[in-house]
Structure formats: structure tokens, C-alpha cells
């Protein structure tokens, strides 16, 4: 159990167009997701933070404007990158808090990730 | 600013030896670590946490240790398997067990392989 798959596994996109990201919990109801960025051989750094029916907490960085969350279910969060530029290629994860199952932060399972490379 | 610090980047150690994995820290508001591995191509799975109040927490072959005041941590693996090979990250979060506002600061990773 406690699956997250995401959608696609890699994307290659031209310079000003827009990227969407599915993150999806299979098999269970997340009401709150997350999203991670990552660079080659640095760490994970969390971007957002959703909940289910309500606006995302973006951290201190990053442009709400350019990278768009939507939370609209309790199974599924998706990241837009708009007007995507070379420097936004990296390694996207999301990940998802299953409250169903505990109230530890641990409770928390991630996605493959998705590689977005932008020419 | 790198707040959760893994300074190997790699890591080689035989089948059937230990692994150590360390991890530094400079928040001294983190109050509860966790480990993670990944493997290509996969996100990261949990593996083991520490809460501030402990300084050891073992579950079968992973042990993780926590000093407090040298704000260090290290998983240790025995017996290491061709298995365990794998990326290795440390995780630190605010608010205890529940993770308060649940965000987790990563560290950079450590890549682990095991020979035979």
C-alpha cells in the first residue's frame, strides 16, 4: 500500500511553454501533498506544500506565478510549469501525507519523480 | 544555506560489513530525523527516524544514532547486502513526531554500494 506514481516520468518541452505534473496517491486519500525539487547531486527542496481544496504554501523562492499547484481531489495534485525556461530543468518528486494511517510525519510517501528538461 | 549536511558523497563498503552514513546538522530547532532511501528512478521510502528526545533507535539491521550536542546523526547498517546499495538521504523536521508543519529538510545524499 501507500503508492504515489506521477505523470510523466520524464518530459522534454521548448523554452516558454507550459508543463503539467499528475501526482497521484493510488491507494489512499492524501489531503495534503508535496512537491520537491532537486538538482543534480544537491538535496531535495521542498517547493509547496498543498492541502485538498484550499491554496498552496509556497516556500520562501519560489514563484507561485510560475510554478502553479492545484489540489483538486484528495488523490491527485498537479504542478503546472509555466513559461518554463532552461533553468527550470531539474527533477520533480511530489510526495503525500496519508493521515489515515498515522499521525507521523514519516507517514509520508513520495512519488518516482519526474526529470523536466527545458530547451 | 544547507541546514541538514551529508558530507560523503558515496560510500563503498564490503557484503557482510558495516555501513555508516553520517549526517550534520546546524538548526537547532529540528527535534526529529529521519532516513530515507531511494533507488534509481523511484522517490525516496522511508526507512528509520529518531525523535531529539532518544539518542539510539534500532530496527533489525538499521541502527540510527543521535548526538544531540554535536548536532550529528549516522545510520549505521549490519550486516550490509548488495541490496542495501542505494542513495541514503537524512531528513530533520520541526514539531516533534507529527512533524508540525510537516516540511522536511533534506540533505544531499549519500550513495551507498555494497560488493561482494
Known amino acids: 500500500g501507500a503508492v504515489v506514481s506521477q505523470h510523466p516520468s520524464w518530459v522534454i518541452c521548448k523554452s516558454g511553454t507550459s508543463v503539467k505534473i499528475e501526482c497521484r496517491s493510488l491507494d489512499f486519500q492524501a489531503t495534503t501533498m508535496f512537491w520537491y525539487r532537486q538538482f543534480p547531486k544537491q538535496s531535495l527542496m521542498l517547493m509547496a506544500t498543498?492541502?485538498?481544496?484550499?491554496?498552496?504554501?509556497?516556500e520562501q523562492g519560489v514563484e507561485k506565478d510560475k510554478f502553479l499547484i492545484n489540489h483538486a481531489s484528495l488523490t491527485l495534485s498537479t504542478l503546472t510549469v509555466t513559461s518554463a525556461h532552461p533553468e527550470d530543468s531539474s527533477f520533480y518528486i511530489c510526495?503525500?501525507?496519508?493521515?489515515?494511517?498515522?499521525?507521523?510525519?514519516?507517514?509520508?510517501?513520495f512519488g518516482p519523480g519526474t526529470r523536466l528538461t527545458v530547451t | 544555506d544547507q541546514q541538514v549536511k551529508q558530507n560523503s558523497p558515496s560510500l563503498s563498503v564490503q557484503e557482510g560489513r558495516i555501513s555508516i552514513l553520517n549526517c550534520d546538522y546546524t538548526?537547532?530547532?529540528?527535534?526529529?530525523f529521519l532516513w530515507y532511501k531511494k533507488y534509481p528512478a523511484e522517490g525516496p521510502t522511508f526507512l528509520i527516524s529518531i525523535s531529539s528526545i532518544k539518542d539510539k533507535n534500532e530496527d533489525g539491521r538499521f541502527t540510527v544514532f543521535l548526538n544531540k550536542s554535536a548536532k550529528h546523526l549516522s545510520l549505521h547498517i549490519v550486516p550490509s547486502q548488495p541490496g542495501d546499495s542505494a542513495v541514503y538521504f537524512c531528513a530533520a523536521s520541526e514539531g516533534g513526531i507529527t512533524g508540525g508543519g510537516n516540511k522536511l529538510t533534506f540533505g544531499t545524499g549519500t550513495q551507498l554500494k555494497v560488493e561482494l
Open positions: 510526495s503525500a501525507r496519508d493521515h489515515g494511517r498515522g499521525r507521523g510525519i514519516h507517514e509520508q510517501y
Open positions: 538548526n537547532s530547532m529540528f527535534d526529529y
Open positions: 498543498s492541502n485538498e481544496g484550499s491554496k498552496a504554501t509556497y
